[in-house]
């Protein structure tokens, strides 16, 4: 069984993460996309939001013969997925920026759990550009981001706001 956690603060998920998620699921048995819960962030939903509205999303995930499962967790990823019995972390890249942070996890995530590898997947160039953190500033500021996020998760986003 090839096992891997998908961590993130997933506030909220993005098509990007779909996107990253697609593109994981032939590589894998199961993937489990897991929530940090990391109350220092002041985040737009609570974990327990953010769990939800990725189950809600996931059946319309294709996913072939890959289980997809959400969990959330607190702490270290590099515990979280050995607790999981974890063989890799999935984390998405989409432009160089990226990499030197992805760079600095991935080998910090190893010295932790030296049997855990990350795999790092390209996301989809029509994505580079999107970020939880922009999606959520330019709808904050009016701005659309159809297209950007899965439209339940705007949807929820706009009742949030009491739009
Ligand atoms: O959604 P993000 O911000 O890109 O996700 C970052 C995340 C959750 C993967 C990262 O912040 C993380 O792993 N946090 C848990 C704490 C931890 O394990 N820190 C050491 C990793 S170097």
């Known amino acids: 069984m090839r096992?891997?956690?998908?961590?993130?603060?997933?506030?909220?998920?993005?098509n990007g993460h779909l996107d990253i998620i697609k593109r994981s699921s032939p590589l894998f048995d199961e993937i489990v996309i897991s929530v940090l819960n990391?109350?220092?962030?002041?985040?737009?939903?609570?974990?327990?939001?953010?769990?939800?509205?990725?189950?809600?999303?996931?059946?319309?995930?294709?996913?072939?013969?890959?289980?997809?499962?959400?969990?959330?967790f607190t702490g270290l990823t590099a515990e979280f997925a050995k607790s999981?019995?974890?063989?890799?972390?999935?984390?998405?890249?989409?432009?160089?920026?990226?990499?030197e942070y992805e760079l600095r996890m991935a080998l910090m995530n190893r010295k932790l759990e030296p049997t855990i590898e990350t795999v790092f997947l390209?996301?989809?160039?029509?994505?580079?550009y999107v970020s939880s953190t922009l999606m959520k500033?330019?709808?904050?500021?009016?701005?659309?981001?159809?297209?950007?996020?899965?439209?339940?998760?705007e949807k929820r986003m706009r009742e949030k706001l009491g739009r």
């Open 3 to 14: 096992r891997a956690i998908f961590p993130g603060s997933f506030d909220p998920l993005t």
């Open 38 to 72: 990391n109350p220092d962030k002041n985040p737009m939903f609570s974990v327990e939001e953010r769990v939800s509205m990725i189950e809600e999303i996931l059946p319309s995930i294709p996913h072939g013969d890959c289980n997809l499962a959400v969990d959330s």
């Open 84 to 99: 999981r019995d974890a063989t890799a972390i999935v984390r998405g890249i989409r432009a160089v920026s990226d990499y």
């Open 122 to 128: 390209m996301a989809d160039e029509a994505y580079s």
């Open 137 to 153: 500033q330019v709808f904050l500021l009016g701005g659309r981001v159809a297209g950007l996020i899965p439209e339940p998760i």
